[in-house]
């Protein structure tokens, strides 16, 4: 029987596991933490005949070698284990190209970029089930990948949001439809320079039959048509703002299509049907119509989908409205663009809530928001010392470290209604590592404290 070792007990992990193990693996899944979740799921794993090792890294006996990796999408490519695996001639994968080999007679439409990627996934994956289609959102969304290929029917598409991290592990991966929201500085920790982040994304793209680029955004379209010739690129500007003579774009508000160089520009859906804020938003709206056309899914499905979408959660989310206050969950701007996007969308003046485990990358845009359109700015979580430093520096006083969510919430509320402020916004900058396991627990906790206390 042949075995495999598996990097890590997340969503992804199990689903690998139980994937190779329907296939006639021995599997054993190991993870370097240990906790009294892991520890439920491994004594529930091992019912189905799965070993699971805790506090445990992988190790190799040359005598009894695996002939197969998998690794979860947060396990760092280059760590020392993986290099020697590779060196060892081990097989070694990420547990998406995994899925790929059980779904590849599927088609795909594979998103990435370094923001906006969920709210197109999820836009999209909505257009597909408009039209009938089995089409499961997963990847960074939804499900795990390996839990698609799982299923006792195979879907009729698949939509895929998939990350750097996943596209570095995934050699074969090859949509139908790829699609490239923007490209900004982020994991700059783990790909060490921008041409290396940008070539890992560009992998997916260039494995890709149709590519659809987001041409409004200032690092691709500065590439734009010398690197990718037959890509459909899109625009909120206008016509005369498309890269080459084929794509998508606004006009008179509507999304429009053009196909090919010579066809006559077709109106597919008004703009104002898509509830979401903000312009790039709309952005996200060109690129999932584009999709779906390329699809060749009618515009009724797709005016239908758009009417009904309601928006992702942690994304610019609403929650309540205390007094006249709106609080906006927004947990999944986790680096410094996704945050100036953040508060780009919202009314000013807004009272932010910022801070969590910083990232690198380029702060000023981020900072001249805040100065624009924010009355006061609450900072929590480790980043909180260096944040204020940076607003002092910029000649921003009006901030306040209150450590932690449960002190922000108040808080805000008072400062609201101090500064007249119609917003509160939940938009970090960060990740959320140093206080919750991910971005979504900060948001849950975030609506749950909200919530609260717009009871009292």
Same mark, same amino acid.
């Given at each position: 029987?042949? @075995?495999?070792?598996?990097?890590?007990?997340?969503?992804?992990?199990?689903?690998?596991?139980?994937?190779?193990?329907?296939?006639?693996?021995?599997?054993?899944?190991?993870?370097?933490?240990?906790?009294?979740?892991?520890?439920?799921?491994?004594?529930?794993?091992?019912?189905?005949? =799965?070993?699971?090792?805790?506090?445990?890294?992988?190790?190799?006996?040359?005598?009894?070698?695996?002939?197969?990796?998998?690794?979860?999408?947060?396990?760092?490519?280059? =760590?020392?284990?993986?290099?020697?695996?590779?060196?060892?001639?081990?097989?070694?994968?990420?547990?998406?190209?995994?899925?790929?080999?059980?779904?590849?007679?599927?088609?795909?439409?594979?998103?990435?970029?370094?923001?906006?990627?969920?709210?197109?996934? $999820?836009?999209?994956?909505?257009?597909?089930?408009?039209?009938?289609?089995?089409?499961?959102?997963?990847?960074?969304?939804?499900?795990?990948?390996?839990?698609?290929?799982?299923?006792?029917?195979?879907?009729?598409?698949?939509?895929?949001?998939?990350?750097?991290?996943?596209?570095?592990?995934?050699?074969?991966?090859?949509?139908?439809?790829?699609?490239?929201?923007?490209?900004?500085?982020?994991?700059?920790?783990?790909?060490?320079?921008?041409?290396?982040?940008?070539?890992?994304?560009?992998?997916?793209?260039?494995?890709?039959?149709?590519?659809?680029?987001?041409?409004?955004?200032?690092?691709?379209?500065?590439?734009?048509?010398?690197?990718?010739?037959?890509?459909?690129?899109?625009?909120?500007?206008?016509?005369?703002?498309?890269?080459?003579?084929?794509?998508?774009?606004?006009?008179?508000?509507?999304?429009?299509?053009?196909?090919?160089?010579?066809?006559?520009?077709?109106?597919?859906?008004?703009?104002?049907?898509? @509830?979401?804020?903000?312009?790039?938003?709309?952005?996200?709206?060109?690129?999932?119509?584009?999709?779906? @056309?390329?699809?060749?899914?009618?515009?009724?499905? =797709?005016? @239908?989908? =758009?009417?009904?979408?309601?928006?992702?959660?942690?994304?610019?989310?609403?929650?309540?409205?205390?007094?006249?206050?709106?609080?906006?969950?927004?947990?999944?701007?986790?680096?410094?663009?996704?945050?100036?996007?953040?508060?780009?969308?919202?009314?000013?003046?807004?009272?932010?809530?910022?801070?969590?485990?910083?990232?690198?990358?380029?702060?000023?845009?981020?900072?001249?928001?805040?100065?624009?359109?924010?009355?006061?700015?609450?900072?929590?979580?480790?980043?909180?010392?260096?944040?204020?430093?940076?607003?002092?520096?910029?000649?921003?006083?009006?901030?306040?470290?209150?450590?932690?969510?449960?002190?922000?919430?108040?808080?805000?509320?008072?400062?609201?209604?101090?500064?007249?402020?119609?917003?509160?916004?939940?938009?970090? $900058?960060?990740?959320?590592?140093?206080?919750?396991?991910?971005?979504?627990?900060?948001?849950?906790?975030?609506?749950?404290?909200?919530?609260?206390?717009?009871?009292?």
């Amino acid at each position: 029987m042949p @075995r495999a070792s598996i990097i890590g007990l997340g969503k992804s992990g199990i689903a690998a596991a139980r994937l190779l193990q329907r296939e006639g693996w021995e599997v054993l899944l190991c993870d370097r933490n240990t906790s009294e979740t892991l520890l439920k799921q491994q004594q529930e794993l091992a019912t189905e005949k =799965i070993t699971v090792k805790l506090g445990y890294s992988l190790e190799f006996n040359d005598a009894d070698l695996p002939q197969l990796i998998v690794v979860s999408p947060g396990v760092p490519w280059d =760590i020392p284990v993986l290099v020697k695996a590779r060196e060892l001639g081990i097989e070694t994968i990420g547990e998406m190209e995994l899925a790929w080999r059980y779904l590849q007679t599927r088609p795909w439409v594979g998103i990435t970029g370094t923001n906006g990627k969920t709210t197109t996934t $999820a836009l999209i994956a909505a257009i597909f089930q408009a039209a009938g289609l089995d089409a499961p959102a997963c990847g960074n969304i939804g499900y795990a990948a390996c839990e698609v290929a799982l299923a006792q029917k195979l879907p009729d598409w698949v939509i895929g949001e998939i990350s750097s991290y996943q596209i570095e592990s995934s050699a074969t991966l090859a949509p139908r439809i790829g699609v490239w929201t923007t490209f900004t500085p982020d994991h700059l920790s783990r790909h060490k320079t921008l041409d290396n982040y940008y070539n890992i994304k560009a992998q997916l793209l260039h494995q890709s039959q149709l590519q659809v680029f987001n041409g409004d955004d200032a690092y691709l379209s500065k590439v734009g048509l010398s690197e990718w010739p037959d890509a459909y690129w899109t625009s909120v500007k206008g016509k005369d703002y498309l890269i080459g003579d084929k794509g998508f774009y606004i006009e008179d508000g509507w999304v429009v299509e053009k196909l090919t160089a010579t066809s006559t520009p077709q109106p597919i859906v008004e703009v104002s049907a898509l @509830r979401m804020v903000g312009e790039h938003n709309q952005q996200n709206l060109l690129m999932s119509v584009a999709a779906a @056309r390329l699809a060749e899914i009618d515009r009724d499905a =797709i005016s @239908r989908a =758009i009417r009904e979408f309601p928006g992702v959660p942690h994304r610019l989310e609403h929650i309540c409205t205390w007094e006249g206050i709106d609080f906006i969950n927004d947990s999944k701007a986790t680096n410094y663009d996704a945050a100036e996007v953040g508060l780009a969308s919202v009314n000013s003046p807004a009272i932010l809530i910022a801070g969590g485990e910083a990232k690198a990358g380029d702060d000023t845009g981020w900072l001249a928001k805040i100065q624009a359109k924010t009355a006061a700015v609450l900072l929590i979580g480790n980043a909180a010392p260096a944040f204020a430093q940076r607003l002092q520096e910029v000649g921003y006083s009006n901030y306040e470290i209150v450590e932690t969510m449960e002190n922000a919430i108040p808080k805000s509320a008072e400062l609201a209604k101090k500064y007249q402020a119609s917003v509160v916004l939940l938009s970090p $900058a960060c990740a959320s590592f140093d206080q919750y396991p991910n971005f979504e627990v900060r948001g849950d906790r975030f609506r749950q404290l909200c919530l609260e206390f717009a009871k009292i």
